[in-house]
């Protein structure tokens, strides 16, 4: 399937407090384009807690998102530490968050549950001392 | 009921009323974010004590009507302008958040 549209967003890893910026711009991106309000609820959702993710777990990292009238394609990519145990860290409440981060109010371990619950299809590529790329799928009906 | 009649009946305090016009359909609260960004619903009023830059990103997301800081919570400048950016409704009060809830409840009936 052809994509029309490509957007790419540096994620910066040094600002948890203020990251999301890009899972913001995407929401109006997909607005703008008259996507349906449930379908840019759930983008915008699960593309925030890979971005965090990305910024709290990896030093930052690569958010790409592709368009069609069919699909909605995020990929996020990071070279930060890998997840070990991929089962582990999509179970609902595991989190290696440290205190710092969890005072923001991250940690509950819920982010990658809330990806796969909102997104159609999820992939979890990562290799321990390599980094991480997820791909979320969005179907447009 | 609106977030103008939110703030009328309950007496709690204005920060930022970017749309008062919003409609509460319902209530959400909690202070994990992604729980927040996983149950919370478009037209919630969000109670938290949270009060980062990352609320507003949640509250942008989730579309929610508003959000009513409890317990004496008060944002500090940068969030307030992040919510003007994003026309976000600000409201704060002194009640706990169970306080809080139950009067939206009653109000909700
Ligand atoms: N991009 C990543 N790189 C390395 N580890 C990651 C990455 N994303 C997630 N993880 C690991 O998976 C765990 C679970 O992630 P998840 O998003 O579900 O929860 P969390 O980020 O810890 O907390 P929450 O998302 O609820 O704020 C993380 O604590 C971390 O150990
Ligand atoms: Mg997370």
Known sequence: MEDLLHYHYDVDGGNFASAGEASVQVKRVLRQMGFPPDLIRRVSIAMYEGEINMVIHAKGGDADVYLSPEQIRVVLKDVGPGIKDVALAMQEGYSTAPDNIRSLGFGAGMGLPNMKRYSDEMTVESTVGVGTTITLVFNAF | ?109
Do not use: K
């Open chain 2, 1 to 109: 009921m609106t977030v103008a009649d939110l703030v009328q009946q309950s007496g709690w305090s204005p920060i930022l009323l970017a749309d008062d016009t919003r409609e509460i359909t319902g209530g959400y609260a909690g202070d994990l974010l992604s729980w927040v960004m996983g149950r919370g619903q478009y037209g919630d009023c969000w109670f938290t004590i949270m009060s980062n830059l990352n609320v507003i990103a949640v509250a942008q997301l989730l579309d929610v009507a508003c959000v009513v800081f409890t317990e004496g919570v008060v944002p500090d400048a940068a969030v307030v302008n992040a919510a003007r950016l994003h026309d976000i409704n600000l409201i704060r009060t002194d009640e706990p958040t169970y306080a809080a809830c139950v009067r939206l409840g009653g109000w909700m009936q």
